[in-house]
């Protein structure tokens, strides 16, 4: 695995472990990179501080963007995936628009459900589209961007993704034992 995706992986730990345990992202880093075991690099210190300083902008975008989804009911992981995407996509420097999508969708496909890699890549595919407003820098974004393919019916993607995440009951349960199934 790659330095940067390893990273990626390692702020996707902190961030997951801070929501679980209720706490600041900032002060598990600051925890995690003191007991340095594993490491925390340069980079994952870069994307949880970036996350954390746009958390609300990211959080309005994700929310604003996925059609039928609230934040509160996306399983944690793909929040964060998401999280970590939205930030490299619309406030890192030197990402590529490409590799930041297929980097989170390489890391839900990886560590959460079925659906969850086409929710990821449809989600960032829309806020690279809105990029230019968001930020107002339309040359960074390619007119046809560097991304996996995005199913023309992205409401069709975000239903099957659903499906996969609900028991049918509408009582919200059914993600923390999806959660706990895809993250191992």
Do not use: C
């Amino acid at each position: 695995m790659a330095a940067r995706s390893k990273a990626r992986k390692r702020a996707l730990d902190i961030l997951f472990e801070a929501e679980m345990r209720d706490e600041s992202p900032i002060s598990v880093l600051d925890s995690r990179m003191i007991q340095a075991d594993p490491p925390v690099t340069s980079y994952a210190a870069e994307l949880v501080r970036g996350v954390q300083a746009y958390r609300q902008q990211i959080d309005e975008l994700l929310a604003k963007n996925s059609k039928g989804w609230t934040l509160e009911r996306m399983p944690a992981v793909d929040r964060n995936v998401l999280r970590i995407g939205a930030y490299e996509l619309m406030w890192a420097t030197g990402i590529p628009p490409g590799v930041a999508i297929s980097e989170a969708v390489l890391m839900a496909q990886e560590l959460s459900t079925d659906g969850s890699p086409a929710f990821v890549n449809g989600l960032l595919a829309r806020l690279l589209e809105i990029r230019p407003t968001v930020v107002g820098d339309a040359e960074a974004v390619p007119a046809v961007p560097a991304v996996p393919a995005v199913p023309a019916d992205d409401d069709a993607d975000l239903a099957d993704h659903e499906a996969d995440l609900s028991d049918g009951d509408g009582d919200g349960a059914e993600f923390e034992d999806e959660d706990r199934q895809g993250s191992n």
